[in-house]
């Protein structure tokens, strides 16, 4: 399985881009995928996920109501719509696959792609 994301770059405050992780090699469907995000000297901290139903989704507190995750199965691709970003919000995101029903930490996610860079300017 490859991910490979994209859709970062510079937004001004209270933009709205969003990111696309494209899947390769396996169904999306079939994976519960999340979203991850690292801000410079910080940890790793997770940000969404989606459930391999697509019935359940999940957000760290801080970004809820502002950040909705999503998958489109016939482009096999997971969205993160980001909306009224804080600088706050200003880190490398990764997404990522886990064989699991539902997942919300690192470790139990099985592939990850490679970040794409959001900077959240004031």
């Known amino acids: 399985v490859q991910l490979q994301a994209s859709g970062g770059g510079l937004v001004q405050a209270g933009g709205s881009p969003r990111l696309s992780c494209a899947v390769s090699?396996?169904?999306?469907?079939?994976?519960?995928m999340g979203w991850f995000r690292q801000a410079p000297g910080k940890e790793r901290e997770f940000v969404a996920a989606?459930?391999?139903?697509?019935?359940?989704?999940f957000y760290t507190d801080s970004v809820k109501g502002r950040l909705t995750i999503s998958r489109d199965n016939a482009k096999n691709t997971v969205y993160l719509q980001m909306n009224v970003l804080k600088p706050e919000d200003t880190a490398v995101y990764s997404c990522?696959?886990?064989?699991?029903?539902?997942?919300?930490?690192?470790?139990?996610?099985?592939?990850w792609g490679q970040g794409t860079l959001v900077t959240v300017s004031s």
């Open positions: 990522a696959a886990s064989g699991r029903r539902t997942a919300i930490r690192w470790d139990e996610y099985d592939y």
């Open positions: 989606m459930s391999w139903s697509g019935g359940n989704t």
């Open positions: 090699g396996r169904a999306v469907s079939g994976y519960t």
